[in-house]
């Protein structure tokens, strides 16, 4: 059973660096082809994708967030992280990380982290 632990501070002041990891559990962020993903839900809206990491550890990012997002991961925890820089109130959201055999089809992600309510709020 594969399992992914969203972690981070649910409140963060504008202007700083949101930081969220992802520890996974029951496979590896190595396994051929699958992305390991970042996506979040601000209030009242859609799904937004924001980037991910492939199990060669290339990153791929949304072209609105790339200027100051980025994602890394560590091989020998199993996480791989979100960092971004510079957040406003618009980056209220929930954030997720999930795991797919596509970067962008939701549809194709079939595991999914809990989600965690970040707050962007002085």
């Not at 520890?23 to 996506?39: H, K």
């Not at 009242?44 to 949304?62: D, Q």
């Not at 109130?89 to 929930?94: G, K, M, N």
């Amino acid at each position: 059973q594969v399992q992914l632990q969203v972690s981070g501070p649910g409140l963060v002041k504008p202007s700083q660096t949101l930081s969220l990891t992802c520890t996974v559990s029951g496979d590896s962020i190595t396994t051929n082809y699958y992305y390991w993903t970042w996506i979040r839900q601000p209030p009242g809206k859609g799904l937004e994708w924001m980037g991910a990491i492939g199990y060669s550890g290339s990153t791929y990012y949304s072209p609105s967030l790339e200027s100051r997002t980025s994602i890394s991961r560590d091989t020998s925890k199993n996480q791989f992280t979100l960092q971004m820089s510079s957040v406003t109130p618009e980056d209220t959201a929930v954030y997720y990380c999930a795991r797919g055999s596509s970067m962008y089809d939701s549809r194709r992600y079939d595991y999914w982290g809990q989600g965690t309510q970040v707050t962007v709020s002085s």
